[in-house]
């Protein structure tokens, strides 16, 4: 009987963890490949897919997901973990922000991508076909690009399939540190189209986007961020001994809003990411070259800290921060269990 995981020449037998490449294309000067990993369990269970490097600049994604693979022993696993460490290989060697070097395009905006279209779009095609749809549960690890300081958060876009959203919504539940993001299309907080997770969700693959990470930064809190969350969806799956440990009470987050320059110059921001807001209160002010502070730039509500732009010199409408709307997530039975707050 064979037993054997595999996707196209890689195949890991029960209790093996093997490694290889998945070529999608080629430069001039050689193959362009996407770097996997197979843990497949000694023991039965499900299958969970982990990627990072959609945006190759989130350096705490990766390297959470190539500890992930180097940690898990797979004598103790039940189930199978697919792991993909840096899925974008041209951003990644170029250290490029959002876009490919080669076409230009968003990876995070061209699923579900084309067999024969440019090599973000094959890359998209091969990595939902033949990779995350093998899967049960998968997991995008991102954080900050280049010039965003971001504040952690999960996120899930409900699909309207009860059982696919209720894993969803529990895998974001626990990987979080805190906020929690449902997107529903109709609403202020959208699926983002042409994301991996959105996509994988449509095609009942439970998926959310995972992201801890700053400012092409490689902080090792944010890597702990994403190695607690891993952890604790495998616990959650039953994938590893133990059950997930949840240090905060959820937040969830409804609605968001970016606060930008109206003048131009110097940036001198009052605010740190994370820090809660209220409306009114200043956000930054503008110096012209001058000297005058020419804006004083005010939050037109309460919210947290998202996304700070590392930008120090602002232009009329350049975004300075863009800020969540949260509540105390509604009891959600799956994962309230886990809560283990020292209140
Ligand atoms: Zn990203």
């Given at each position: 009987?064979?037993?054997?995981?595999?996707?196209?020449?890689?195949?890991?037998?029960?209790?093996?963890?093997?490694?290889?490449y998945?070529t999608v294309g080629e430069t001039p000067l050689g193959p362009i490949q996407?770097?996997?990993?197979?843990?497949?369990?000694?023991?039965?269970?499900?299958?969970?897919?982990?990627?990072?490097?959609?945006?190759?600049?989130?350096?705490?994604?990766?390297?959470?997901?190539?500890?992930?693979?180097?940690?898990?022993?797979?004598?103790?696993?039940?189930?199978?973990?697919?792991?993909?460490?840096?899925?974008?290989s041209p951003?990644?060697?170029?250290?490029?922000?959002?876009?490919?070097?080669i076409?230009?395009?968003?990876?995070?905006?061209?699923?579900?991508?084309?067999?024969?279209?440019?090599i973000?779009?094959v890359?998209?095609?091969?990595?939902?076909?033949?990779?995350?749809?093998?899967?049960?549960?998968?997991?995008?690890?991102?954080?900050?690009?280049?010039?965003?300081?971001?504040?952690?958060?999960?996120?899930?876009?409900?699909?309207?399939?009860?059982?696919?959203?209720?894993?969803?919504?529990?895998?974001?539940?626990?990987?979080?540190?805190?906020?929690?993001?449902?997107?529903?299309?109709?609403?202020?907080?959208?699926?983002?189209?042409?994301?991996?997770?959105?996509?994988?969700?449509?095609?009942?693959?439970?998926?959310?986007?995972?992201?801890?990470?700053?400012?092409?930064?490689?902080?090792?809190?944010?890597?702990?961020?994403?190695?607690?969350?891993?952890?604790?969806?495998?616990?959650?799956?039953?994938?590893?001994?133990?059950?997930?440990?949840?240090?905060?009470?959820?937040?969830?987050?409804?609605?968001?809003?970016?606060?930008?320059?109206?003048?131009?110059?110097?940036?001198?921001?009052?605010?740190?990411?994370?820090?809660?807001?209220?409306?009114?209160?200043?956000?930054?002010?503008?110096?012209?070259?001058?000297?005058?502070?020419?804006?004083?730039?005010?939050?037109?509500?309460?919210?947290?800290?998202?996304?700070?732009?590392?930008?120090?010199?602002?232009?009329?409408?350049?975004?300075?921060?863009?800020?969540?709307?949260?509540?105390?997530?509604?009891?959600?039975?799956?994962?309230?269990?886990?809560?283990?707050?020292?209140?």
């Open positions: 009987m064979n037993t054997a995981f595999r996707i196209r020449d890689i195949a890991a037998e029960r209790g093996t963890k093997q490694r290889g998945v996407i770097p996997l990993a197979i843990i497949h369990g000694a023991n039965a269970g499900p299958t969970l897919c982990i990627t990072a490097g959609v945006h190759a600049a989130e350096y705490p994604a990766i390297d959470a997901v190539l500890r992930t693979v180097a940690g898990l022993d797979p004598a103790a696993l039940c189930g199978t973990l697919v792991a993909v460490p840096v899925v974008n951003m990644f060697r170029a250290r490029s922000a959002f876009v490919s070097p076409d230009g395009l968003n990876l995070n905006r061209t699923f579900p991508g084309k067999a024969n279209g440019t973000s779009e890359i998209a095609h091969v990595l939902l076909n033949e990779v995350v749809a093998r899967a049960d549960f998968h997991i995008d690890c991102h954080g900050g690009d280049v010039p965003e300081i971001l504040w952690p958060y999960s996120g899930y876009a409900i699909q309207g399939n009860p059982a696919v959203d209720e894993r969803g919504e529990a895998m974001a539940r626990v990987y979080s540190p805190r906020i929690v993001a449902l997107y529903r299309d109709g609403t202020s907080l959208a699926a983002t189209k042409g994301s991996l997770t959105s996509e994988a969700a449509r095609r009942g693959v439970a998926s959310i986007l995972a992201e801890s990470g700053s400012a092409g930064g490689l902080d090792p809190s944010d890597v702990q961020n994403h190695m607690h969350g891993i952890s604790n969806v495998l616990r959650f799956f039953k994938m590893v001994p133990g059950d997930p440990v949840i240090r905060e009470k959820r937040m969830l987050a409804v609605d968001q809003f970016v606060v930008d320059a109206r003048r131009g110059g110097l940036l001198r921001l009052a605010i740190r990411i994370g820090d809660e807001i209220r409306k009114g209160q200043e956000i930054a002010e503008v110096c012209d070259v001058f000297g005058d502070v020419v804006e004083k730039v005010v939050s037109p509500a309460d919210g947290i800290a998202r996304i700070i732009w590392t930008h120090k010199v602002v232009n009329t409408g350049d975004p300075i921060v863009k800020c969540w709307i949260v509540e105390p997530a509604p009891p959600f039975a799956a994962t309230d269990a886990f809560i283990r707050t020292a209140a």
